[in-house]
């Protein structure tokens, strides 16, 4: 099994900064994509960054130029610096993580982080 743990939600105000961290543990051999995902009251979970393994990063347009996904590899950890914010970006934000078990099997598993809570807000 796979665990991640996200940290480093609060309660900002309107033009702030948070960064979120979510390291991942468990049976690993290897991650494919990391990112972060976010869902609002009453609306659907949207993507918000992923970065892939090789570096390739993809942003949604409302968060572009404000917040930068990163990952640190030998911590199995990944990043979301939030800059910027707005009271639009208040979200419960999920981890994401593509994870390959074990070396003999093709089989990649997504694993979910349990959210934190991001609320902007003055």
């Known amino acids: 099994q796979v665990q991640l743990v996200e940290s480093g939600g609060g309660l900002v105000q309107p033009g702030g900064s948070l960064r979120l961290s979510c390291a991942a543990s468990g049976r690993i051999f290897s991650i494919n994509d990391m990112g972060w995902y976010r869902q609002a009251s009453g609306k659907e979970r949207e993507l918000v960054a992923m970065?892939?393994?090789?570096?390739?990063?993809n942003y949604a347009d409302s968060v572009r130029g404000r917040f930068t996904i990163s990952r640190d590899n030998a911590r199995n950890t990944v990043y979301l610096q939030m800059n910027s914010l707005k009271p639009e970006d208040t979200a419960v934000y999920f981890c994401?993580?593509?994870?390959?078990?074990?070396?003999?099997?093709?089989?990649?598993?997504?694993?979910w982080g349990q959210g934190t809570q991001v609320t902007v807000s003055s």
């Open positions: 970065l892939t393994s090789t570096g390739v990063t």
């Open positions: 994401n993580s593509v994870v390959k078990t074990t070396p003999v099997s093709p089989i990649k598993y997504t694993y």
